[in-house]
């Protein structure tokens, strides 16, 4: 069956460092991969969209890879700050041209 | 730009009653629209999507339905909610496959539902 895999376990992370979360996916042969960052109460808002024939892309202080063999994309913050609190949610388009997503990844940045 | 609305923005109701929740899109036409549930713990559900004015496709047998009687109009409704009902439920629009910038989904921001 298809599933799409974020780590479940909340990331706490200082202040300035560099946080990284992992999307894993199965059964998928997507045409590109996109993440979203989701605040409590309120919808998620599209960040960035990575293509299979790109293997990193940025924007500001954010940066994703995708691993076509591996079958993963990294999601990278860096210099976190306390307003990148948040659970942030990869998705990707199924056969079928709708998007799936995984189930988030809870980001907590300790000042 | 394109806004999306929704409401209400929270919802108690009790077992058995009836349910609608509305929203609409503004600033594009011929969107694709979403439905989709998230309970608590737990990933996005998609529950219905709609390619156009009357066109229903729905992911998962539920008491749930859902209608589209314009384009940018889409509504969510049961003739009786169950506790299971209770959730966060989104809206969602999308360009149409193939047009620019039909990658992106674009959500509203929510109702949250309490069925007791």
């Known amino acids: 069956s298809q599933k799409i895999e974020q780590n479940s376990e909340a990331l706490n992370i200082q202040e300035g460092k560099t946080a990284t979360l992992t999307c894993n996916y199965t059964?998928?042969?997507?045409?590109?991969l996109q993440w979203y960052r989701q605040d409590p109460g309120r919808g998620p808002v599209f960040l960035l969209l990575?293509?299979?024939?790109?293997k990193e892309k940025r924007k500001e202080r954010l940066k994703v890879t995708f691993d076509t063999t591996l079958k993963q994309s990294l999601f990278h913050i860096t210099a976190s700050q306390p307003a990148d609190s948040a659970t942030y949610l990869c998705?990707?388009?199924?056969?079928?041209?709708?998007?799936?997503f995984g189930k988030g990844n809870q980001v907590v940045v300790i000042p | 730009s394109q806004t999306i609305h929704q409401w209400p923005a929270t919802l108690v109701q009790p077992v058995g009653s009836p349910l609608s929740l509305e929203c609409t899109v503004e600033g594009t036409s011929n969107p694709n629209l979403y439905w989709y549930r998230q309970a608590a713990g737990r990933g996005l559900q998609l529950l219905f999507y709609?390619?156009?004015?009357?066109?229903i496709s729905s992911e998962v047998p539920q008491n749930l339905s859902a209608s589209r009687p314009q384009d940018r109009q889409f509504i969510l409704s049961s003739k009786k909610l169950l506790l299971s009902d209770s959730g966060f439920y989104l809206c969602?629009?999308?360009?149409?496959?193939?047009?620019?910038?039909?990658?992106?989904?674009?959500f509203g921001p929510g109702t949250r539902l309490t069925v007791l």
């Open positions: 709609s390619v156009g004015i009357g066109q």
């Open positions: 059964n998928y042969s997507p045409a590109y």
């Open positions: 969602a629009w999308r360009m149409r496959p193939g047009t620019p910038l039909a990658d992106t989904q674009y």
């Open positions: 998705a990707l388009v199924d056969g079928n041209n709708r998007l799936a």
């Open positions: 990575i293509r299979e024939n790109e």
